[in-house]
């Protein structure tokens, strides 16, 4: 499945950025989407993540009532909504895509653990300032 990243960029504290990943493809109900960051020389963390059947959604806790991620299925598209950004925020954001199990094939994690992802996009830069 290609992916492709878009809409980051710089903001200051406080602002807000919407993020994109383009499937171009029939987003089947076995998917499991993820958003992960990585910051320069970090291991890549999980961020949020979507179960393409029923929509069910997780989040890490520093994304938590922050964050939403969603899909558009017409659109076949993923995207990550972020507000309230912080400089910890600075990070290359990653989508990534299992399209055999859905996120309920990783109970543990719930498709918040990079490592359950072989399927990448390039990445998009999100730039925070104080």
């Known amino acids: 499945v290609p992916l492709v990243e878009s809409g980051g960029g710089a903001v200051q504290a406080g602002g807000s950025l919407r993020l994109s990943c383009l499937a171009s493809v029939y987003i089947s109900p076995y998917f499991c989407f993820t958003w992960c960051l990585q910051r320069p020389g970090e291991k890549r963390e999980g961020v949020a993540s979507i179960n393409g059947g029923d929509g069910h959604t997780s989040y890490a806790h520093a994304a938590l009532g922050r964050f939403t991620i969603s899909v558009d299925k017409s659109e076949k598209s993923l995207y990550l909504q972020m507000n309230s950004l912080t400089p910890e925020d600075n990070a290359m954001y990653y989508c990534?895509?299992?399209?055999?199990?859905?996120?309920?094939?990783?109970?543990?994690?719930?498709?918040?653990?990079?490592?359950?992802?072989?399927?990448w996009g390039q990445g998009t830069q999100v730039t925070v300032s104080s």
């Open positions: 990534a895509v299992d399209p055999i199990m859905g996120c309920r094939g990783f109970p543990h994690e719930k498709g918040l653990n990079p490592t359950d992802f072989t399927n």
